[in-house]
């Protein structure tokens, strides 16, 4: 049992270790991406609704740490980002009109069956938590979406960082988003022009 825990601590000290192993080109691309996935959400806040945010939610600025700056993390694929966002989602808004209004019953509520919901479908993507919470313990605009919160913000916002993942995370040879080789081959078209075009300013970025 001892050489378990020895074993178990190993691999995440190493796990824990190779995550900070991320270099200056890697904090331009994360930053690159966060910032315009996150910017392109805001924008479409300013555009719609100035009154409250009903698009920009907290949980998107979680799930942009996880798309951008840990691009490998099976947390982070397409299926868990959009996935784990929607079902979420629903389990929150349902929480909120089938339960009483009591914020210490419904708040553990949505988020313990946002996470068994994530877990069977397979779709795990922490700040789906977090998505769930605010379908319950949102502003009184949030509330009123009712079952359009799932449609718009979550899934309209999740896939808006989705596309921005999907250019700005196979820009660079030494970056590929998703890890499932058949999905990043459908959108290496659309990268490979400006993957040329960075190859030619700076030769010395080469494939490994």
Known sequence: ???KIKRGYRIARYV?????????REHFWSFLGAFFGIGLIALLQTQLSESDNLFLIGSFGASSVL?????????AQPRNLIGGHVISALVGVTIAKLCPPVIWLTAPLAVAFSIIAM?????????GGAT???????????????????LSPVLTGGLILLLVAL??????????????????RTFKWVTQPT??????????????
């Open 16 to 24: 824990a270790y190779k995550e900070t192993l991320i270099d200056r």
């Open 167 to 184: 250019i700005f995370n196979n820009l660079t040879p030494n970056r590929k988003y998703p890890t499932d080789g058949r999905f990043s």
């Open 132 to 150: 769930a919470l605010i379908a319950v313990i949102g502003s009184e605009k949030v509330k009123a979406l009712g079952y359009w919160y799932v």
């Open 195 to 208: 993957r040329h075009v960075i190859s030619k300013i700076n030769p010395k970025r080469r494939k490994r």
């Open 67 to 75: 798309i951008y700056g840990s691009i490998q993390s099976p947390l």
């Open 119 to 127: 877990q069977i479908s397979k779709t795990l993507h922490p700040p």
């Open 1 to 3: 049992m001892k050489a």
